[in-house]
Nanobody
């Protein structure tokens, strides 16, 4: 079965950290770029970060310096390390796979089911 599965979300206090994982199965992860986007209630979908198949990465201004994207092709997994979390980071986080990063927020070949991240005291 071709799928992406996110994990690692949860409730964290402001200033805390979480690491999200995106595990792929049924297809060769190394051939694809992996992007993370988020959706909060009542807000538009927002791209967070993307890493291409040679390791080049990009970040939204809102998370630059706080979040780090990485991938381990041998483990068929991508990661999003989130530090210095803020209440405005609260959202459902999704990972998606596509060829090339541009356009990953709305156009992808595979997408996970999402994992909830809540930042609150």
């Amino acid at each position: 079965q071709l799928q992406l599965v996110e994990s690692g979300g949860g409730l964290v206090q402001p200033g805390g950290s979480l690491r999200l994982s995106c595990a792929a199965s049924g297809f060769t992860l190394k051939a694809y770029s992996i992007g993370w986007f988020r959706q909060a209630p009542g807000k538009e979908r927002e791209g967070v970060s993307c890493i291409d198949n040679v390791g080049a990465s990009a970040y939204a201004d809102s998370v630059k310096g706080r979040f780090t994207i990485s991938r381990d092709n041998a483990k068929m997994t991508a990661y999003l390390q989130m530090n210095s979390l803020k209440p405005e980071d609260t959202a459902v986080y999704y990972c998606a796979a596509r060829v090339g990063c541009p356009g990953y927020v709305y156009s992808y070949k595979y997408r996970g089911q999402g994992t909830q991240v809540t930042v609150s005291s």
